[in-house]
């Protein structure tokens, strides 16, 4: 690592690369955002990895994510939208690309349905060690806490988005659940005593994620958002949020 530079595993980023297929969603088209992009706005900072996650724009495609993965290179995965009806081979070929979870859209959609949730995400972690990762507004969480809480591995995007809701979050992350602190500025409140909160229910759980590039956010990732975490938790807290949690739990690696 080099001196004075700070560490970060970004749970949390999106590709849009031109040449790759593209599904507007609810009127909404991404602009480019290419890997090149996305070292670029991060270089001031020691990137220890990342998971590259699907977009509802992206739905299905995974032509983006392999070309993405095989650019960014070491200890970068994919998180994909697949269907419930993919067979085991097609998994596994996934896997050994570097995909390493299935997202369920409910904010945006593009994905698979929620009511397939179960049985996927106990296939996929039985074939190939995947979770399931959930863009929902936590509002709607308390209905399907017991299903999240049965299944192997879940994290939930964007700290859940909603006040109202956080209530439930933090329920399931005192359960083992992951949190990802990313897109602050879609929250509809101030995101620092919720991450205490969180913090303090379950040091494990909470995984910093630029988001970038941010598409349709009230507020862009900026770099104030990192900071805002170190002067929450502290130094050796913060290193947890920022790259440790989320190395281990997508990489295995400590």
């Not at 290179?73 to 419930?84: A, E, I, M, R």
């Not at 017991?146 to 591995?153: D, G, I, M, S």
């Not at 913090?199 to 990192?226: Q, V």
Request: aromatic residues 10%; proline residues 4%.
């Amino acid at each position: 690592m080099k001196q004075g530079r700070i560490t970060i595993f970004d749970s949390h980023l999106h590709i849009i690369a031109p040449g790759f297929p593209l599904y507007s969603n609810q009127g909404f088209t991404p602009e480019p955002f290419t890997t090149a992009d996305y070292l670029s706005k991060l270089d001031n900072y020691e990137l220890a990895g990342g998971a590259v996650v699907s977009g509802s724009f992206q739905k299905q495609d995974q032509t983006y994510l392999l070309d993405a993965l095989a650019r960014l290179g070491k200890n970068y995965v994919g998180v994909t939208q697949l269907l419930s009806s993919t067979d085991n081979n097609t998994i596994l070929r996934l896997n050994k690309a570097g995909i390493r979870a299935v997202r369920f859209n409910l904010r945006r959609g593009g994905s698979e349905d929620i009511s397939k949730i179960t049985p996927f995400a106990q296939r996929i972690y039985e074939v190939a060690g995947w979770h399931v990762e959930l863009y929902i507004d936590s509002q709607q969480l308390d209905a399907l806490i017991q299903t999240l809480l049965a299944l192997p591995k879940v994290s939930i995007d964007h700290l859940g988005l909603r006040k109202a809701g956080f209530k439930s979050v933090l329920q399931l992350a005192e359960q083992g659940a992951r949190v990802k602190a990313t897109g602050f500025g879609r929250l509809d409140f101030q995101p620092a005593s919720a991450i205490a909160d969180l913090y303090k229910a379950n040091p494990e759980c909470l995984m910093f994620g630029s988001d970038l590039p941010s598409t349709r956010a009230p507020r862009p990732f900026k770099y104030g958002d990192i900071t805002l975490i170190q002067d929450t938790l502290g130094e050796a807290a913060s290193s947890k949020v920022l790259w440790k949690n989320a190395k281990a739990f997508y990489l295995g690696q400590e």
